[in-house]
């Protein structure tokens, strides 16, 4: 018992060590809450050094109740108030033009409040780091405006779609930043914001705790490896063995699914608390803080309590 154990955890740390930036599930504990690292992929990528990230998000959702909804690899803001949605794409078909376009639209339907005018929608940009070159220009990077034709000027509207050509890991500043997202150890990065979260991630017992998503691939693997035994063997002993070994794995990647998706809630309902008590210290009503923390009327009127007392 105790040999299979120690089997099983070398296993997974095998996992967590072969992990690179472009793997998006590790991508998002790199960058969750991280705004240096952040801001050193929204400065090289933008060829911008003065850009300061002043908040970072992973997973997020954004609800569209007239059509379809999207959850956001990552989403940050700088100083300037403008928002960069970066999504990792190992996978062409995950990278359309069409799939580009309509994330920025949803930026803007969920960045612009009722009652804002136009002009004050914010600047958006959708950056999509892909492995292969899917615009197939063999350009590291390609940037995407509105123009018009006829006189081919830029039509400034605020929004901007980049494509990152990951296969371009030359010794440029972008170059660096691309060999990075395929580096397994920290030692090696060019980068050294990069550095400290991927050690902690990689050699803490917090770290690998945190990356439930191994456990799903640990289990993964263990499945495959059961159906391949009694495809080999096919003797009902071992049919029985691996169906029972497959069910514990499923069970346990499930319950490791839904603790991570119920501190992923708890995160967010924390943010909307944090956010419906700024409004509320800032002097706004109990409705405007109720639109816009998504918090339920009698949570909003708690915290006002508590805020007046």
Known sequence: MQ?????????I??????????????????LDDNKKA???FLRVILGDDKIKVRNVRIQSFIQNIYGHSSQLDILAQDSKGRYFNVEVQRSDEGAPARRARFYSSILDTHFLQPGKLYEELP???VIFITENDVL???????????RIDENAKCFEDGSRIIYVNSQRRDNTALGKLMQDLYCTEPKNLHYHEFAE??????YSKEGEEKMTDVIEEYAARKAEAAAKAVEEKMTDVIEEYAARKAEAVAKEAEKAVKEAAKKAEEKE???RIELAQGLLADGMSIEFTVRHSKL??????????KLSA
């Open 3 to 11: 040999t299979t154990e120690v089997g099983q955890n070398s296993e």
């Open 13 to 30: 740390k095998q996992v967590i060590g072969s992990l690179c930036m472009m793997n998006n599930r590790f991508m998002n504990f790199m």
């Open 38 to 40: 952040a801001q050193v």
């Open 123 to 125: 600047d958006t940009y």
């Open 136 to 146: 197939h220009d063999n350009l590291p990077l390609y940037n995407i405006r509105r």
């Open 197 to 202: 979260r991927m050690e902690f991630l990689k």
């Open 269 to 271: 309902q924390a943010n």
């Open 296 to 305: 339920t009327e009698a949570a909003v009127r708690e915290l006002a309590s």
